[in-house]
């Protein structure tokens, strides 16, 4: 493979990651309100306008496996977002789709479709004084989900809530913690309740 045709891989999937970041967190006109547990993940749908940074040590694309891969002390950052793990994997397909984010390939002269993201090895997300970790997650494009597994805890404050999976809904912004039993600590439920 020639030095060129590497670089326009190596772009392609940049530019994977980043229009799949805008399009995982569109929300239509019609969208709710945010519902159910609140937590940094939304704020992938809150900064949908804003710009992606993304750093990483490395950054390989498996075009025979549709698969761009960036991995050591991954870091994804959109307006007040922040994103981090040890590996990010990026699956996209050949094909337009209606569901899913699109991308020119600059060397196929088509189009990839991105079917999903997968951040793995101690996710962490933060928005503002909210925190989302847990040991990985998947971005699914075609349902607009995020699902983080594994250990998962939510702090928005001094408020903590734990779990086994948290799964939110980016056009709807439901959120749903579940996968086991779910454990809440509200502090500030009790100083509100005292202030009255």
């Known amino acids: 493979m020639t030095g060129v045709r590497c670089r326009k891989l190596a772009l392609a999937a940049i530019a994977l990651v980043l229009v799949c970041a805008r399009a995982a967190c569109a929300e239509p006109a019609t969208t709710q ?14 900064n949908r306008d804003q710009p992606v940074k993304i750093q990483a040590a490395s950054l390989e694309v498996r075009e025979k496996d549709k698969l761009a891969t960036f991995s050591g002390d991954v870091q994804v950052f959109q307006g007040d977002t922040e994103m981090r793990c040890k590996v ?3 699956y996209y397909e050949q094909e337009a789709g209606n569901h899913s984010a699109k ?10 479709q991105i079917r999903r993201i997968e951040a793995k090895g101690g996710v962490t997300v933060v928005q503002k ?28 404050g001094n408020d903590i809530l734990r779990g086994n999976r948290l799964v ?12 086991g039993r779910v454990e809440g600590l509200f502090p500030s439920a009790a100083r509100a309740s005292e202030k009255k």
């Open 33 to 46: 309100k945010n519902q159910g547990v609140p937590n940094a993940l939304q704020g992938f749908s809150q």
């Open 88 to 90: 990010l994997q990026v």
């Open 103 to 112: 991308v020119p390939d600059p060397g196929a002269g088509g189009q990839n």
């Open 129 to 156: 004084d909210q925190n989302a970790t847990g040991d990985s997650a998947t971005f699914n494009m075609r349902e607009n989900t995020v699902t983080l597994v594994g250990n998962v805890v939510v702090t928005r």
């Open 168 to 179: 939110v809904d980016l056009t709807t912004g439901v959120s749903r913690m579940d996968g």
